[in-house]
């Protein structure tokens, strides 16, 4: 522990190095580089996670998902004001994974319920923000005897990398679209860059099991998608946002349970209804989320086929062209300085049918049209 205390000082006299000029031109991007250093580590533990108040309550209650054909149980852990982090409990082999185990206090009451006999194997970090990987280090810190692998991509966890080495703990680093195996257990990693570069959605694909019923798949998305929404682009454009969309589209199967970083399904869905009143099922989620909201529940877990159904950030690209959403974006982002005349001739082109739409227009113009969704919902301006 003396070493974090003396590495901080380090990074500290890094931070201030970074100069008062950064503060004043972008204070936000300053507050993060600052919040990205070990200091970040502190003041989440510290302020977020209240210290050693070891009686914290939980932001939610939540339900498990068990399959038992295949022995497998996912357990979702609030954290902090609306944070999750999730336990996956191969119940035949008795080993967990944990994804983003931040509230390593949380965390370890809950496997003591989920079994005590259990055992850590690996821990999945989606990305590098403290609010998600704080609790790696505490885990390794008791792994006396290094059974405990953490994975992570190689671009927000180098392996020499001076938090990595001393509080992220990545020693598996993954790269995209790599598959890997933890017990019955197979994983696909998936990179996501926009909310940070080296941002990884793990999907849970199989098990091995004996048995012939289909395996349900699960997306742990971390900050790359929410109920409703996406995480901000911190270290991103909305080319980027267009880029992982796309992909994602093409990646995730649409009966994929989709596990989240953060419950912000009430705020994300009331701000997607202000932008397409005539989605019928994006209203029903809503009401859904609502009423779970009341009575305490979190709104976890979605799918992906309901997603594609409501989260204007993967309808702006929608294979049928939604008017309603494009028009809303526009009329609402007019002071947006990058809204251009392109971007309404584009959707005038698709409206009408008229023959084919240069493709790189359309991308062009979907990628302004996500970085203005970005914007209206980061300023509240709706």
């Given at each position: ?8 000082i ?21 507050l993060?580089a ?10 989440f ?65 809950a ?18 923000h ?19 692998d ?58 091995s ?5 289909i395996?349900?798949?699960s ?7 929410f ?54 099922a ?78 790189n ?22």
């Amino acid at each position: 522990m003396a070493t974090w205390h003396t590495a901080t000082i380090t990074a500290a006299a890094a931070v201030a190095a970074l100069g008062v000029s950064l503060v004043l031109a972008n204070p936000m991007r300053a507050l993060l580089a600052i919040f990205n250093t070990p200091i970040g580590f502190y003041a989440f533990r510290r302020f977020a996670l209240g210290g050693k108040n070891k009686n914290r309550q939980p932001h939610c209650t939540t339900d498990c998902w068990d399959n038992s054909h295949h022995g497998v149980r996912i357990v979702p852990v609030p954290y902090a004001s609306d944070n999750y982090g999730y336990i996956i409990h191969d119940q035949e082999e008795d080993i967990f994974v944990l994804v983003d185990p931040a509230d390593s206090e949380s965390f370890h009451r809950a496997l003591r319920a989920v079994s005590p006999t259990g055992s850590i194997v690996a821990i999945l970090t989606t990305h590098h923000h403290w609010d998600h990987s704080s609790g790696n280090a505490i885990f390794k810190a008791s792994d006396t005897e290094n059974r405990i692998d953490v994975y992570g991509s190689h671009i927000d966890f180098p392996v020499n990398g001076f938090t990595n080495r001393g509080w992220h703990r990545v020693n598996k680093q993954v790269a995209d679209g790599e598959r890997f195996k933890i017990g019955r257990m197979t994983f696909a990693a998936l990179l996501v860059s926009c909310h940070t570069r080296g941002h990884l959605i793990y999907t849970l694909e199989s098990v091995s099991s004996t048995t012939k019923d289909i395996f349900q798949p699960s997306a742990f998305t971390g900050d790359a998608f929410f109920v409703g929404g996406c995480g901000r682009f911190f270290e991103g454009s909305g080319t980027d946002m267009h880029t992982l969309v796309a992909k994602c589209v093409a990646e995730i199967a649409p009966n994929t349970l989709i596990w989240p970083g953060h419950e912000y399904a009430l705020a994300n869905l009331a701000f997607a209804a202000r932008l397409e009143p005539g989605n019928i099922a994006l209203q029903a989620k809503l009401k859904e989320a609502e009423s779970k909201k009341q009575s305490g529940m979190g709104t976890i877990p979605s799918s992906w086929a309901a997603e594609l159904a409501h989260n204007p950030f993967l309808r702006v690209q929608s294979k049928v062209r939604n008017t309603e959403l494009w028009d809303n974006i526009i009329r609402n982002a007019s002071s947006t300085k990058r809204i251009g005349d392109y971007i309404k001739l584009a959707q005038e082109v698709v409206r009408k049918e008229a023959g084919v739409i240069d493709a790189n227009v359309l991308k062009e113009a979907e990628a302004e049209m996500l970085t203005a969704l970005r914007q209206l919902k980061d300023t509240g301006k709706l």
